[in-house]
């Protein structure tokens, strides 16, 4: 087809969100989620890798996997904007659009050597939903791609938004010690659709294999309970 | 196909460079190099814009159109490491990868309207060929894009590597004045394939439909010929 490419998936990412509810709205927002990526047998060597470890940070070109719609529109309603105001698709960072590509900044943890899986870059800031097929992966080079003086347009105001948690001690212990903190800077982060401001509705958010159910009354997420999956 | 998705070409970058030789090798480093960004009919709606001009810089998704191969190959020889020692492509920015995509960060300088082509963004520090398809184009975002105290790799050391213009006066006024001093920063960032260390040797670039005649002597360009193409 004209003016078309195609582009094969070459790894996956597991992550502890197997669904968009609750992910954070951009990479490096929760520091400590980390995901594994896992190629593809067809894209498992060693070799692609050489030099990967000098790099602290990665790109990942990956797959919206559950963004993908027949038509395209030119606009779209953050959710950060209250999901009531319009931008322009081109101005946003929104999955849904003409290519479902999305673009995410992590930092490479670990490069694990496994015995059935290859090599595996165990990453952390990934705010990539558990299968996301991964379509490219750059080191991150600071002297191009940094640019901290840089407008970040509507988006600038919005990102000190974060909302208290409170979770009752006996709620936090059904989590493994090492998701605890994890979930607390999640939902700090306000999953809430559109800031929805019902304070009787409860939301789940389901993460690392549980189900998370939570209010919100004003600024403070009150976990009200965590049950496995 | 199973793990693969087509993706459409939304936009075209119009620049100076139609060939490859001499374009720098990351976007920023030649920041007066501009291009235009010209949407194909489908997707030329100024609504798609809309928030675009609070942002100062962008990332495009781009097609390495000269890269495309039936193969891939795992390790590739960065030009700035002299070409002689073989990196792993997922640690490099190479266009010769599993999926021939490239990723620039452009300074957005206007959102131009046009009569005849709409809405057209004229961006600066493009390192990307005349042409080239652009499949998307995304807001940056100085909060989760930007880290400078990231790790560059092997990448790192080699960023300060720049030589010295010599341009006899008759020559620069071969060219328009307002690509002279861009066309000696893109000299400057030593175009020649694997630090190739002949003296003798006589290099061209094509830039701004001129053809320019150089050689390296030392660490200092040469400008020997400026023909118009």
Known sequence: ????????????????FREK????RQSGRVPTLTGEIEFLPEYRKS????????FSHLWLIFDFSKAHREQWSPTVRPPRLGGNQRIGVFASRS??????????????????????????LVVSG????????????????PFADSHPEALGGYADAQQSHRLQVEVPPELLECLPEDKRQTMI?????????SYQNDSERVYSMQ???????????????????VEKL
Chains 1, 2 share one sequence.
């Open 95 to 120: 999955p849904f659009r003409p290519n479902p590509l999305g673009l995410s900044c992590v930092k490479l943890v670990e490069i694990r050597h496994t015995a059935d899986r290859g090599d595996v």
């Open 1 to 16: 087809m004209e003016n078309s490419m195609i582009i094969k998936q070459i790894a996956v990412i597991h992550t502890d």
């Open 207 to 225: 993460y690392a294999g549980f189900d998370v159910h939570f209010r919100v009354v004003q600024e403070c997420v009150q976990v009200i309970g």
């Open 126 to 141: 990934a705010d990539l939903l558990d299968g996301t097929p991964i379509y490219d992966i750059k080191p991150y080079l």
């Open 21 to 24: 509810f609750g992910i954070p």
């Open 47 to 54: 070799e692609a890798l050489r030099g990967l470890e000098g």
């Open 185 to 193: 800077d999640c939902l700090a982060e306000d999953p809430r659709p």
